[in-house]
């Protein structure tokens, strides 16, 4: 990896392309800092102390881990990636009931387009709706409830300030999209997947400096370095798995195109071990947070005052329905984006066929059969990585944000190979070996 980085810098195209990236990134973390209107940062501080840091706001980790913590810091770039997120990933599931979308996700490059489109007309629509949200959350001292009183905000009552903080975020998630839409035609990597691994390693040295500074003397010290060995070995183990994959082999017979015999080569279908990436564990954790909304807004209730006692993010019962619920929307999200039939249809057009497995519906069974034996170990693989910061809380008293596990480090690991093989393909298009050396 370091030598394709090294060949990078040596290439002037690809050169420019990274320092072009370098400078999006840099303006994104400036604009992750920068408050928004109407927000009293001195109080803001005060309660982010009290608060230990926002380890209290369960609620909210996703997004605010997403944000790289400019969430609970309401800056302009407080939303982060995740309407755009939320919008991608409802365009997706709606492709599967909505014959247009299906078309047009068949149409290529064109149609394409146009589903890019809605996606951020529909991100522009979740931005406002959540910042408004949260603006209302810190106007009435929902945002962090350990600080009620403190005052987060200027003004409160008048109408402006709080429609201008609206705005300004969600204007902040609008140019969010344009700098990962630069980064994908101009930089290196897919954009919006870069922004958010700039966002969450933004938080890997406060996380990790916190578990520190919890523990005196040269306990701090032990635990620091302990994690950070276990954090490499969880890395390892994740790039184990995320290489993993079954490769079927596709054999295509010999046929006739005008006057000359095409075909007879071999090749395969590679299904991944995690066919369906970090999506099941961000569905899982937007249905958890359901019931924990319910009892933020009806605290009062019988039913509220159990969730706020047995289901929070550290209970046994909220670790054992994310571990179900992983594993379910793992064979969920697969079903929905792997179409056995569809496949099966293009190799029989085509000439293809698995040795041994006759075409048509006996190809179809078999991919089923060998995608859902794929999946079983996958899902189980999600669901512990997931568990990993609940395991941390227990062991050295780690908040929600433990660097080394869940959400982030998937993110991190997956990211990050997938620009590394951005990085090497453009390096073989123009650095490669002859025959003649």
């Known amino acids: 990896m370091l030598s394709a980085f090294a060949s990078a810098f040596k290439t002037p195209e690809l050169r420019k392309k990274i320092f072009f990236t370098l400078g999006i990134l840099l303006v994104f973390r400036l604009g992750s800092t920068i408050p928004a209107p109407n927000v009293n940062m001195q109080a803001l501080n005060t309660c982010l102390n009290k608060a230990a840091g926002g380890q209290q706001a369960g609620l909210y980790s996703l997004i605010n881990l997403f944000s790289g913590g400019a969430l609970l810091h309401l800056t302009i770039f407080a939303l982060g990636v995740m309407p755009y997120i939320t919008s991608s990933i409802i365009l997706q599931l709606l492709a599967v009931v909505i014959p247009r979308l299906e078309a047009l996700r068949k149409e290529g490059a064109a149609g394409q387009a146009k589903i890019t489109q809605y996606t951020r007309y529909l991100t522009l629509v979740l931005a406002l709706l959540q910042a408004t949200a949260f603006v209302t959350m810190a106007r ?49 990597g897919n954009g919006m997947s870069v922004l958010i691994f700039t966002q969450i390693a933004a938080q890997f040295p406060t ?100 969730i706020a006692t047995n289901f929070h993010t550290n209970s046994w019962v909220y670790s054992t329905l994310q571990f179900l619920l992983i594993v379910g ?69 780690a908040n929600q944000n433990f660097p080394f596990g869940g959400t982030s480090i998937l993110i991190i690991v997956g990211v990050a190979l997938d620009t590394v093989k951005r990085i090497e393909s453009q390096l073989q298009q123009r650095n490669y070996e002859g025959f003649l050396r």
């Open 329 to 397: 929307f793992c064979y969920f999200y697969v079903a929905i984006t792997f179409n056995s039939e569809e496949v099966s249809d293009n190799m029989k057009k085509y000439g293809g066929f698995i040795p041994g497995i006759r075409a048509g519906k006996p190809t179809e069974r078999y991919l089923t059969y060998v995608l859902n034996r794929l999946t079983a170990p996958g899902s189980l693989y999600l669901a512990i990585i997931s568990m990993i910061p609940t395991l941390a809380f227990i062991a050295v008293g």
């Open 140 to 188: 009435t001292d929902q945002l962090l409830p350990d600080c009620k009183g403190i005052g987060i905000l200027h003004e409160k009552v008048e109408l402006f300030p709080l429609v201008t903080m609206v705005l300004t975020m969600t204007a902040g998630t609008v140019v969010i999209m344009w700098l990962g839409e630069l980064i994908t035609d101009r930089g290196v």
């Open 207 to 306: 996380g990790l400096w916190s578990i520190k500074e919890g523990h005196q003397g040269a306990t701090g010290w032990f635990l620091f370095l302990a994690i950070v060995a276990i954090g490499l070995l969880v890395m390892l183990g994740i790039l184990f798995m995320e290489q993993g994959q079954r490769r079927v082999p596709v054999q295509y017979a010999k046929r006739m195109v005008g006057r000359r015999l095409v075909g007879g080569s071999t090749t395969y279908i590679p299904l991944k071990i995690n066919q369906s990436g970090v999506i099941p564990v961000i569905f899982a954790s937007s249905i958890l947070y359901l019931p924990i909304l319910y009892a933020t807004f009806r605290p009062q209730s019988g039913t509220g005052q159990w």
